[in-house]
């Protein structure tokens, strides 16, 4: 059983910056497709980013040039760092962890973004 745990959610000013990180527990992280959504009040949870175990990365438009996600095997942790946000970023955000016959998911951290 793997277990996943976001942090770094806060408030932040619109323009600021964030980063999240998601600890996995267990072993074989390095072979887990690592993803990033979020979900914003009243609307359904969304795709924010991607990353491979080959280290190829995908974003949705929305954050693309903004987010970036990056993984390091050897912490066991996936990150996303976000910069330039935006008040429509103000969402819980989860990581999710897939490999065959396995998805796990994070339970989520805040983020928002707010003057």
């Known amino acids: 059983q793997v277990q996943l745990v976001e942090s770094g959610g806060g408030l932040v000013q619109p323009g600021g910056s964030l980063r999240l990180s998601c600890a996995a527990s267990g072993s074989s992280f390095s072979i887990y497709f690592l993803r990033w959504y979020r979900q914003a009040p009243g609307k359904q949870r969304e795709f924010v980013a991607s990353i491979t175990p080959a280290y190829s990365t995908n974003y949705v438009d929305s954050v693309k040039g903004r987010f970036t996600i990056s993984r390091d095997n050897a912490k066991n942790t996936v990150y996303l760092q976000m910069n330039s946000l935006k008040p429509e970023d103000t969402a819980v955000y989860y990581c999710?962890?897939?490999?065959?016959?396995?998805?796990?998911w994070g339970q989520g951290t805040q983020v928002t973004v707010s003057s």
């Open positions: 999710n962890g897939v490999t065959t016959g396995y998805n796990y």
